[in-house]
């Protein structure tokens, strides 16, 4: 059985950090590309970071470019979201999700297969 475990999430100021860590089983981790996403209330999933199957490239929106860090460990099967200077639009749920192959590039939604249950993150102005 595939399981993605996201942790990490909390309740912080502004200009304030977390991070955030999904730890997954179940599947060949070095296998995977793997993204987070994130659900401001009342809004869509947008992805934000994605990284590479061997953590080589990283990939993130423009809204949190310079704030977040994403990063894996493959001895721990685990991947890391570093998320500074957190602002009130950070706020919401964060999902951890895997794609088979290496690649972000052109990735969408449906191509992640295996999603966390999400973490919740609130951030106060």
């Known amino acids: 059985e595939v399981q993605l475990q996201a942790s990490g999430g909390g309740s912080v100021q502004a200009g304030e950090s977390l991070r955030l860590s999904c730890t997954v089983s179940g599947v060949a981790f070095d296998d995977y590309a793997i993204a987070w996403f994130h659900e401001f209330p009342g809004n869509d999933l947008k992805g934000i970071s994605c990284?590479?199957?061997?953590?080589?490239?990283?990939y993130s929106a423009s809204s949190v470019k310079g704030r977040f860090t994403l990063s894996r460990d493959s001895t721990k099967n685990t991947v890391y979201l570093q998320m500074n200077l957190l602002k009130f639009e950070d706020t919401g749920t964060y999902f951890c999700a895997l794609k088979q192959g290496s690649s972000c590039l052109g990735s969408r939604r449906p191509d992640f297969t295996f999603w966390g249950q999400g973490t919740q993150v609130t951030v106060s102005s």
């Open positions: 990284i590479t199957s061997n953590g080589d490239n990283t």
